[in-house]
């Protein structure tokens, strides 16, 4: 098993920048790197879409075209944990957002393709 607790969610500004972390962990989570990581959402009255992914080996990543070149998606090796950072919120970006782990190092677009998920964390954007 895969535990993943996100953290950093809150209320902002449009224009306004916050910083989601994700930590991974488990009793049979082996090597960080045999994860691809990603970061989904889901808007009020949605469903769930992907935001961004990134390899296991931290050099491919992929992101939706709504949030490309606002968000960065990053992991750190030694602590196991993802980040999203993001920047140029717009109200439009509200949404609970979860931290998804994919048991094999390719990345993957479809929220299906991930095998653990974490509980998620609120995002609201205010205009």
């Known amino acids: 098993q895969v535990q993943l607790v996100e953290s950093g969610g809150g209320l902002v500004q449009a224009g306004g920048s916050l910083r989601l972390s994700c930590a991974a962990s488990g009793r049979t989570f082996s090597t960080f790197s045999n994860y691809a990581m990603g970061w989904f959402r889901q808007p009020p009255g949605k469903e769930r879409e992907f935001v961004a992914v990134?390899?296991?080996?931290?050099?491919?990543?992929y992101y939706a075209d709504s949030v490309k070149g606002r968000f960065t998606i990053s992991r750190d090796y030694v602590k196991n944990t993802v980040d999203l950072q993001m920047n140029i919120l717009k109200p439009e970006d509200t949404a609970v957002y979860y931290c998804?782990?994919?048991?094999?190092?390719?990345?993957?677009?479809?929220?299906?393709?991930?095998?653990?998920w974490g509980q998620g964390t609120q995002v609201t954007v205010s205009s």
């Open positions: 990134i390899s296991g080996s931290g050099f491919t990543t």
């Open positions: 998804a782990a994919r048991g094999q190092s390719a990345p993957s677009a479809r929220a299906s393709a991930h095998d653990y």
